[in-house]
Nanobody, 115 residues
Framework: QVQFVESGGGLAQPGGSLRLSCLGS????????MAWYRQAAGKERELIAD???????NYVDSVKGRFTISRDDALNTVYLQMSSLKPEDTAVYFC?????????WGQGTQVTVTS
């Protein structure tokens, strides 16, 4: 059974940083294009960053230059380094494959940016 376990969220001040981790279980993440998504309260889940099998990365404009997606193949983990955080980054963050069709969603990790 495939599971994604997200961690690393928490409370941050505007301008601060957090690093999110996504551990894949039952899946070899380097075999799939992987992505980070987020869902703010009352809004739909949105794709914010993805990394291809060959480590090419893409970002939505709202996080470009502030967030970095990466992958550690030895740890079977995908990361999201977030810096220059803004209150509008407050959301539950999830990882999944870029297609997001094959496997269930994990619990996500809450990120709250507030002063």
């Amino acid at each position: 059974q495939v599971q994604f376990v997200e961690s690393g969220g928490g409370l941050a001040q505007p301008g601060g940083s957090l690093r999110l981790s996504c551990l894949g279980s039952g899946i070899i993440v380097r075999h799939y294009p992987m992505a980070w998504y987020r869902q703010a309260a009352g809004k739909e889940r949105e794709l914010i960053a993805d990394i291809s099998i060959g480590r090419v990365t893409n970002y939505v404009d709202s996080v470009k230059g502030r967030f970095t997606i990466s992958r550690d193949d030895a740890l079977n983990t995908v990361y999201l380094q977030m810096s220059s955080l803004k209150p509008e980054d407050t959301a539950v963050y999830f990882c999944n494959t870029l297609a997001a069709r094959e496997f269930n969603w994990g619990q996500g990790t809450q990120v709250t940016v507030t002063s």
